[in-house]
């Protein structure tokens, strides 16, 4: 079984229905000189008026066949439900729907998992987006305003997180720097673009595109009548 993100602390946003999708851009240049540039789409997102939100994560088509890889792989659904209670992981092959209890505190919905759950964090976006938590804790972090802007007709605030890792933390002989702007919708309660830059790893942006603020199908927050429903424990 796969899971997600949805193994950690979300927040219940009622009133502010949105879909979208989010774009991944990966660049990096080698020593020798050679220029990558990977995009793809990641995931779409849908979120209702009563706060439910399915996000789909689309297949990683990063292998030798690209096509091939992309009709092999099944599409992972999410469902998180806060009205019912549950969180729903959709397996395409079996036809099964991993459920889980969600226990509601105040504005968050905690899943009820301990032993299967990550680290808890508010999720302000789609999945995917990188956090500054899985860089290294060590090394000296600046944090800087970057004021606002509209982004896909909202309006955004902006960050900047410098992370310093000094010579020798890591076996590095020089310092190591790794940068991320963040622009995030208080409104939507949403990061709308992350962009990433590391020495080791290049840089990468995330962006969510194509917001519609119209009010999705509820029929994409509904269990297909031919899953079977399994509680996980």
């Known amino acids: 079984m796969v899971r997600g993100p949805l193994l950690e602390v979300l927040r219940a946003v009622p009133g502010e229905p949105y879909s979208a999708e989010q774009e991944s851009e990966h660049s990096q240049t080698l020593a020798n000189g050679t220029h990558i540039q ?3 789409i990641m995931s779409r997102t849908y979120r209702d008026s009563q706060g439910r939100v399915r996000t789909d994560l689309m297949p990683f088509a990063g292998l030798s066949n690209p096509v091939e890889a992309a ?8 469902i998180y439900d806060p009205v019912a209670g549950y969180s729903y992981t959709l397996d395409s092959n079996s036809h099964i729907a991993h459920r889980i209890a969600v226990s509601l505190t105040g504005a968050a919905s905690t899943i009820v998992n301990r032993r299967m759950a990550t680290t808890p964090r508010a999720a302000e976006g789609p999945a995917g987006l990188p956090l500054l938590s899985r860089v ?11 004021g606002t802007q509209v982004i896909e ?7 900047r997180t410098k992370l310093t890792i000094p010579a020798g933390a890591q076996g590095n002989d020089r310092p190591l720097v790794h940068v991320c702007e963040r622009w995030h919708s208080q409104e939507l309660a949403l990061m709308l673009v992350s962009d990433c830059t590391d020495p080791r790893s290049g840089r990468v942006i995330l962006r969510v595109q194509n917001v519609d603020r119209g009010e999705p199908d509820p029929a994409l927050f509904e269990i297909p009548a031919d899953y079977t429903i399994v509680d996980d424990k």
């Not at 007709?153 to 960050?159: D, N």
């Open 38 to 40: 990977q995009k793809r």
């Open 71 to 78: 009709g092999q792989i099944p599409t992972v659904i999410h």
């Open 136 to 146: 290294p804790a060590m090394g000296k972090v600046k944090e800087e305003s970057l």
């Open 153 to 159: 007709g909202l309006q955004a605030e902006g960050t």
